[in-house]
């Protein structure tokens, strides 16, 4: 980085992040359903998992900034077609005004310069494609052949096919049944409304970097190229020219060095909100890359669920929790949805956390919240660390 440099202290810079980021959630003017679409909209994706122990992480990150969501929203906002399905860093939950920027990847896939993980059998992509064309839309299970005679539909060679078109983007998620995907024509599921022009190197690239900034306040190039293959020398390239050009600025926070909008230190002089208490899941935005969340938030994370049992400190899925502007405890949670009791089976308290008494009402506030939110009524506490820490519950 060059030019006049910014300095922030490692509070500040918290700050910035945490009210880009939207957290704590304010006071909202709008409709529920509308605040949902305005925060996939700032966020620019909402990540997709299928681990389900406690409420999916597309429906907790989205519950996080809108104390009013609920769980049909996204479906609600998928038939509407201002929100669709495609692949960021990972599965996710895109807003539709972006749609013209999952060309980049769909192009490349299509034209062989990116590799899906899937094998490609052209035949039957082609067979799925006229299947769906004719019948409507379809999932993978409607491919599971029941008839010897005819082609075969068995379902995992169906379902690679029904992936690689997707990825392509000649097939869209049209919506789904019981969290299973349903398949149809992408014509008939965006609007005619909607930018289908592939945008150039420099509108695509300028606009990774521009929604990472808004939505992260402060970044560095190989956040903004977190798994995206092959963009972090062209992000350096057009980073430097917005830098030159005064749309961006230089700062350090510590030994490291970020960008950041030009206007956005201006949120400073906005309060962020330090009593709320809010328990974040795993892949929620601010989270996900946890080299950045240490840098930033002197918290070492990670999530257990993929570690052997017997190696698990925290547990099997963790959630950080978020506290007077830092991260300052994570709790391991279940919910036993048919006995509507929600188990903590691990809290573990950051060394660092001060006021635990302040701590203790805020996250019990947070902790009746997060129950109702995962439709349980009961709580069952299995062990706290340290272990003198009491939840008031």
């Known amino acids: 980085m ?31 359903l509308q605040n949902t679409l305005s925060a996939i909209q ?26 009013r969501y609920q769980v049909d929203h996204i479906d609600r906002l998928v038939a509407d077609k201002k929100v669709f399905e495609y692949w960021s860093h990972a599965a996710a939950y895109l807003p539709m005004r972006d749609f013209r920027y999952s060309l980049v990847r769909k192009h490349a896939i299509a034209s062989g310069k990116q590799n899906h993980w899937y094998e490609r059998d052209e035949k039957l992509m082609k067979s799925v494609m006229e299947r769906i064309r004719i019948e409507g839309p379809l999932m993978a299970k409607d491919f599971e052949n029941t008839d010897k005679k005819r082609m075969d539909w068995s379902s995992k060679p169906a379902k690679r096919a029904l992936e690689n ?35 150039s190197e420099e509108e695509y690239i300028r606009h990774l970097i521009i929604r990472f900034l808004q939505a992260h306040g402060i970044g560095q190039a190989a956040e903004m190229a977190y798994l995206l293959k092959n963009t972090k020398s062209r992000l350096d390239k057009y980073l430097q020219e917005m830098q030159e050009n005064k749309e961006l600025i230089s700062l350090s926070v510590g030994d490291q060095n970020y ?5 956005s230190l201006e949120l400073l002089n906005r309060p962020l909100s330090r009593s709320k208490c809010k328990i974040l899941s795993p892949f929620d935005n601010l989270v996900i890359q946890r080299k950045r969340l240490k840098n930033l938030f002197d918290f070492d994370y990670q999530i257990e669920c993929y570690v052997p049992e017997a190696k698990r400190q925290y547990g099997y899925f963790s959630l950080p929790i978020l506290w007077n502007g830092e991260m300052l405890a994570r709790v391991d949670c279940k919910a036993e949805r048919k006995k509507s009791i929600l188990h903590i089976n691990h ?47």
Not at 19 to 27: E, H
Not at 44 to 67: C, E, K, M
């Open 165 to 199: 078109l997707f990825m392509q983007g000649d097939l869209m998620i049209s919506s789904r049944q019981n969290f299973h995907k349903v398949y149809d024509l992408t014509e008939r599921v965006i609007d005619d409304s909607v930018d289908t022009s592939m945008p």
């Open 2 to 32: 060059s030019g006049i440099k910014e300095s922030l202290s490692k509070q500040e810079a918290r700050k910035l992040v945490l009210l880009s980021q939207k957290l704590p959630p304010v006071n909202q003017n709008m409709g529920a």
């Open 347 to 393: 809290l573990a308290l950051e060394p660092k956390l001060r006021n635990s008494e302040k701590f203790t009402q805020s996250f019990n506030k947070e902790l009746h919240a997060f129950m109702k939110f995962n439709e349980c009524e009961h709580l069952q506490v299995h062990k706290v660390s340290p272990s003198y820490f009491k939840i008031q519950f």
């Open 259 to 263: 960008y950041a909008l030009a206007d």
């Open 42 to 67: 700032h966020l620019g994706y909402i990540q997709i998992d299928t681990i389900s122990v406690v409420q999916r992480a597309h429906h907790h990150t989205l519950w996080s900034r809108n104390p």
